[in-house]
């Protein structure tokens, strides 16, 4: 309780070795100054990173920006992970971690390059809502959280990952209507929507490589709504009887 009351913890250019510590977290309405310590100074610690609880909880840590301490991909999957309700998921292997790389975190796979490209947690005990700050995970190719219980609406700015492929969120309890954003999603391959509560028109979409499962929809009858989903691109409708025809 105490430590959330401190403003101010300036620690710079001392002679502080090993790791920053992660009880630093608590420190959420503070500065905190560590630059110029052989922690951060020292090449041997150069792969090393901040704790996971000071980067998503203190904006005023002085390497709050710096990529290489604080990723910020990071910080994003983190808020995921928050709004997902990852403590109850079946398996959150790193994601509760404070020096593990998140490209180590389950579920998480990431380029050579180091950039979140997978984020596949189907069947995972998800539930919550799916998080605004994927839209900043830009290097997606990969979102597959099919068979959760994921609720709410699909976040607009999924429109904004311009290198998704496949894009897999069947089996929730997602309402409201597909985002008219979708529709920049020039690289998409594959998209299954169905078996959720979704309602309204399917913004126009070719898939590339389309092929009779690309696209799945619930555009059939007879439907859970007065009327069903109104897509023209689907490739396959499913109705209440989670019943599937090619169209």
Known sequence: GSLSRIEMLDLTNNILTGSIPSVL??????????????????????DKISPLSVCSNVPGFDLFHDPSWCPPERNLLREFYRE???????????????FNSHCEWHGVGCNKEGQVVHLILGNGGLSGRISDAI?????????????????????????????????IISFNELTGEIPAEFANL?????????????????????????????????????????????????????NAKHECDVM
């Open 25 to 46: 977290g608590a420190l959420v309405n503070a500065a905190v100054l560590v630059r110029g310590n052989a922690m951060i100074t020292d090449q041997h610690n150069s």
């Open 84 to 98: 997902a309700k990852g403590q109850e998921w079946t398996n959150s292997t790193g994601w509760v971690g404070e």
């Open 135 to 167: 839209g900043n995970i830009t290097g997606l190719e990969i979102v597959d959280l099919h068979d959760n219980n994921l609720k709410g609406s699909i976040p607009r700015v999924i429109g904004n990952l311009s290198n998704l492929l496949s894009l």
């Open 186 to 238: 020039s690289k998409l391959e594959l998209l299954h929507i169905h078996e959720n509560r979704l309602q309204g028109t399917v913004p126009h979409l070719v898939l590339k490589g389309q092929n009779d499962s690309s696209f799945i929809a619930d555009c059939g009858s007879p439907s859970d709504f007065n009327t069903p989903m109104n897509c023209p691109s689907c490739t396959m409708c499913c």
